[in-house]
Structure formats: structure tokens, C-alpha cells
């Protein structure tokens, strides 16, 4: 049985799932953009989580690319995970980090037992990777993945970005 790749426009922090990916950045700690947002709605129990991974395994923070969860606290779902995803460095970059982040975070859910996983576009929005790129990327690691989450749902926050995605499904 193949994950079913669903897209929804709307705010990441007002899905209800098993996991909720969070495009964090390597502190954990909370920043701008869907971190800033599931740190603020998750509340205070996510960065507490945080600040213990940083304090034990995650002393100079999560590498690019890979991906642990916490509670999802406030949240409407049971965990958050966290994935790093690259920085756009220009035509030419490497894509692996990148598909990297959703196969690793498909990972930590299967281990999890999710089900259902809502994911945002990873590395669009501050780190500049181009949309339609991203988009590309995130569907094909998705569908390689052979997950065991039967749901895995891009929760898209505007119109050009459910386009992008969209013209990946058939």
C-alpha cells in the first residue's frame, strides 16, 4: 500500500494529524516563517522538548537533512517533526539534502506509528529554494519513499505554492 499524497491550502498550525513537520531550523529553537508558527501554537511544551534534544543529542544542533520528533503540546496532533531542510545556494544545488528531509521525516513518523503526516513545503520560504523545484523534489521523495504512513498531506499556504504542488499530482 502506497502513501496517499493529499494538498491543502491553509495554515500548517491549524491541521489536525498524527505528526506535523516543522521546516525548523538547526537550533530547534524556534525562528521565523512555520517554525515561529508551530513554536507559538505548539507552546511551550515543543520548545521544552527542543531544549532537551539540543541539551543531549543535539548539542550543536539538528543537521541538514535529518529529522526527530517532540510533542506537537497545543498543537492538534500527537508529535511535531522537526526537519532541517538546505539553503538554496543557486542553479545547481544539490537537491539530496532537500528530498533528504522528507524521506527522513516519513521515517521518524513510520517509527512513531503516524498515520497521518502534514507537511509544509520545506527550504521556500527564507532558505529560497525555488517552488516549482521544491515541489518536485518533495512529491518524487514522498512517493520513493515506501512509508508506511498512509496519508501524507502538503499543507500549502498560498495560492502559487498549492499550484506548484498540485502540477506534480496527476
Not at 515543543?46 to 543529542?57: G, K, M, T
Not at 496532533?77 to 521525516?105: K, N
Not at 529554494?129 to 504512513?149: H, M, Y
Request: with cysteine; aromatic share 6%; proline share 5%.
Amino acid at each position: 500500500m502506497s502513501t496517499e499524497i493529499t494538498l491543502v491550502r491553509g495554515d500548517i498550525t491549524r491541521q489536525t494529524a498524527d505528526a506535523i513537520v516543522n521546516a525548523a531550523n538547526s537550533s530547534l529553537l524556534g525562528g521565523g516563517g512555520v517554525d515561529g508558527a508551530i513554536h507559538r501554537r505548539g507552546g511551550p511544551r515543543v520548545l521544552a522538548e527542543c531544549r532537551a534534544l539540543r541539551a543531549s543529542r543535539y548539542g550543536k544542533g539538528l543537521p541538514t537533512g535529518q529529522a526527530v520528533a517532540t510533542t506537537a503540546g497545543e498543537l492538534d496532533a500527537r508529535w511535531v517533526i522537526h526537519t532541517v531542510g538546505p539553503v538554496y545556494q543557486g542553479p545547481g544545488s544539490d537537491p539530496s539534502p532537500l528530498a533528504s528531509c522528507y524521506r527522513e521525516s516519513l521515517r521518524v513518523a513510520d517509527g512513531l506509528g503516524a498515520r497521518t503526516v502534514a507537511f509544509p513545503a520545506v527550504s521556500t520560504g527564507v532558505y529560497r529554494w525555488p517552488l516549482e523545484d521544491a515541489a518536485r523534489i518533495a512529491v518524487r521523495a514522498v512517493r520513493d519513499a515506501g512509508a508506511a504512513v498512509e496519508e501524507a498531506r502538503f499543507v500549502l499556504f498560498d495560492d502559487r505554492a498549492y499550484a506548484a504542488f498540485a502540477a506534480q499530482i496527476p
